[in-house]
């Protein structure tokens, strides 16, 4: 089992900046990849940016060039700083560790305003 905890959403303007934390505990020598997803009412969870134990990334292409993830392994931890916000990217965000199983936290709002 993986338990995971997130922390950083809120608000923020149009162009600004958040960063969006992800602590990781339980069995997190299984885990094989951590990610970020977004939702929003009515519509499917999508996927922002994941992130491999051996650092690589992939990043959804509505976030590419503004936003980062990255891994703390020490920390069990992984991060999401999110630039240039745009009020598209108001949502609940979700952490998100693979294993041979997928286990998500309870997530967190992030809200961009115009």
């Known amino acids: 089992q993986v338990q995971l905890v997130e922390s950083g959403g809120g608000s923020a303007q149009a162009g600004g900046s958040l960063r969006l934390s992800c602590a990781a505990s339980g069995s997190i020598f299984s885990i094989k990849t951590m990610g970020w997803y977004r939702q929003t009412p009515g519509k499917q969870r999508e996927l922002v940016a994941v992130?491999?134990?051996?650092?690589?990334?992939n990043y959804a292409d509505s976030v590419k060039g503004r936003f980062t993830i990255s891994r703390d392994n020490a920390k069990n931890t992984v991060y999401l700083q999110m630039n240039s916000l745009k009020p598209e990217d108001t949502a609940i965000y979700y952490c998100?560790?693979?294993?041979?199983?997928?286990?998500w936290g309870k997530g967190i709002l992030v809200t961009v305003s115009s």
């Open positions: 992130i491999t134990s051996g650092g690589s990334t």
């Open positions: 998100n560790a693979a294993t041979f199983s997928n286990y």
